[in-house]
């Protein structure tokens, strides 16, 4: 069961259908697509089991292998498979304290940041199971028109693979290795999780955790000195609840106004608790609901590494 809804979400935050490859991409650039067709209603995109095939095609398989190799920022139009509703934000990641991380997690740090904050399946409203997702994309620069030799770093962190019945997005703590519940909507979705586990399954192994080596390596020339924390956290800072119905309202971000998550790493477990260091914060400063990001932004799933700090290591 657990294996099933892991997968599931990786691919809610990264799923797509097209062969068309595109360049690199400037920051600016794939912000100015993210609201380029803004939505002034919220869509209630809703998942199907009949988006996962056709009759000459296995598109979920297809999705499973190209979520691995393709690098680009924005493809042609696309349905996301789990997590077809979200909110895209931007901002600053910023890196403020000393630890033993390479990369972007090292202190002093600061890049760019797009995300999307997603929630499984088709449910977006207080009072329903919702398991919520955010999905980053690292540049690494502080020049928003840049265009950068190194693609961006992707990361993914969940709350609750299963789902919960959080009232608010900010009331909740994402890892890239979330927890599982067994819930009401699994159990409802069991048969369209099946067929995705199948695809996947043949394209990468120990989706339990999506590891975070592509943030330890971004600006690295030399790679033999890789240090990558085995846990990140994201998790907003109090006192910034906004009531909202939907989760997409309660992370809306109006002129002057911010909001703050921050970026916690671990690599040891210690009486059966993660050793959580806060590190940084992401700074979020606008946000948009749009078309484009429910159905053209792109998050690279980085391929499981059993050498977690060797790029060259048994994949």
Known sequence: MQRIITLLIILSLNGYTT??????????EVWNQLISDPLTILPQNEISFGKLSTWSRN?????????????ADILEPFDKLVHPNGICLKGIWEIYSENPY???????????????????????????IRAFGLAGKLFPTMNPLQINEEHTANFFVIDD???????????VALTNEPTVTTTSEVLKNLLYGLKVTKAFSTADKNSG??????ISELGERDKTNIITPRWMKIEAQKRQTVDAEDFRDELLIGENKKLIFDISVASRNIDGERDWQTIGTITFDSSVVSSSCDHRLHFHHPKWRDDLNSPKGKK
Do not use: P, W
Request: glycine share 6%; aromatic share 8%; proline share 0%.
């Open 161 to 171: 693979l299963g789902g919960t019945d959080a009232e608010h997005y900010t009331d």
């Open 209 to 214: 955790i999506r590891q975070v080596y592509e």
């Open 102 to 128: 390479s990369g972007y997690f090292k202190n002093s740090s600061k890049a760019l940041i797009i995300a999307r904050a997603s929630s499984a399946m088709s449910k977006t409203c207080r009072g329903e």
């Open 59 to 71: 598109i979920i398989l297809e999705d499973a292998k190209r979520t691995l190799e393709e690098r």
């Open 19 to 28: 062969d068309m490859k595109i360049d690199k991409n400037s920051f600016q």
